[in-house]
């Protein structure tokens, strides 16, 4: 099986985006859930060395992504296929280009990401729904693991029709919509959007009930290890929760959460390339109540 290898820093960004949360997932009692129905299945088994799929070929159109985290540590996978108008071997080649300063990959600004889970602990499957058109396609992650790929292909297995959700996020520059009216407990199946122009990641955490975005932004902004304020908030006040590994923009998936109630923190950390700065910086960033 072809793989395609990504440039070490956008492993290290993903590895160090995943990285920082873990200690604190370890408390996370009501994970998201799995199990969904209705639609051809890709499933995927990360190991140490590579993205192990069950099938090179799936029909094009809406896919159940199924993640098995094989690994020891947390992580995290995704779906990428080329731009339009580009193969795969061109999305190889531009992939395996490299970045100067050791920059976001700037390929990722123009690949088409399906989207995928991320935040996996070792030995649980997280599943997510995502549209592949006829193509080519690849598998990759967090980790240092080479991407592996693969086909979809219009058939009379193909679904076209989206599932329906019980909740939405909407990803934007910069913004995370549908989270200001709150959002709702228990069990649900969250259609994820992408209306801005830049790809983004979802992370999100569960916090004090009477946390703030100026305490967020607070600790995201201190050197690693150092002393909170007094009264301030700290990495061991939050339990974070999986979320959205990439999607690019113009992208839809769905995937199913099963949060309880309390006041959670969004947050992106991919990079704007005309400022260099994490979107979670230029206000990609929120609080929200689930209730």
């Known amino acids: 099986m072809r793989r395609i290898a990504f440039p070490a820093a956008f492993l290290l960004f993903l590895s160090l985006a995943a990285g920082i949360f873990a200690p604190a997932r370890a408390q996370e009692a009501t994970p998201m859930g799995g199990a969904l129905t209705g639609y051809p299945k890709l499933s995927v088994t ?45 999305l190889e080649q531009m992939a395996s280009t490299p970045e100067p300063n050791d920059g976001f990959p700037q390929f990722l600004y123009q690949a ?11 030995g649980e499957t997280l599943e997510a729904i995502i549209n592949v058109p006829a193509g ?8 240092n693991q080479q ?21 939405t996020i909407d990803t934007g520059d910069f913004y995370f919509g549908g989270l200001d009216s709150g959002f709702p407990a228990g069990p649900q199946l969250v259609k994820i959007t992408n209306s801005g122009k830049q790809p983004h990641m979802i992370v999100m955490g569960k916090g004090p009930d009477d946390m703030t975005m100026d305490q967020v932004m607070a600790i995201f902004s201190q050197p690693e290890n150092a002393t909170p304020a007094p009264g301030g908030l700290s990495f061991s006040d939050l339990t974070f929760v999986p979320g959205v590994t990439l999607i690019s923009s113009a992208e839809t998936m769905y995937m199913p959460m099963n949060l309880t109630a309390g006041t959670y923190l969004a947050l992106c950390f991919v990079t704007d390339p005309a400022t260099g700065a994490p979107h979670a910086m230029e206000g990609m960033a929120t609080t929200f109540n689930v209730s």
């Open 46 to 90: 990360i190991t140490d060395a590579t993205y192990e799929l069950d099938s090179t070929t799936v029909p094009a159109g809406w896919i159940i992504l199924s993640v098995k985290n094989g690994t020891e540590e947390e992580t995290g996978a995704a779906v990428l296929g080329p731009p339009p108008g580009m193969t795969g071997d061109q």
């Open 112 to 122: 088409v990401v399906a989207g995928g889970p991320s935040g996996i602990q070792p």
């Open 136 to 143: 080519d396609w690849a598998v990759f992650g967090e980790g």
């Open 147 to 167: 991407a592996s790929r693969f086909t979809s292909v219009d058939g009379p297995d193909s679904v076209t029709t989206e599932p329906t959700a019980t909740a």
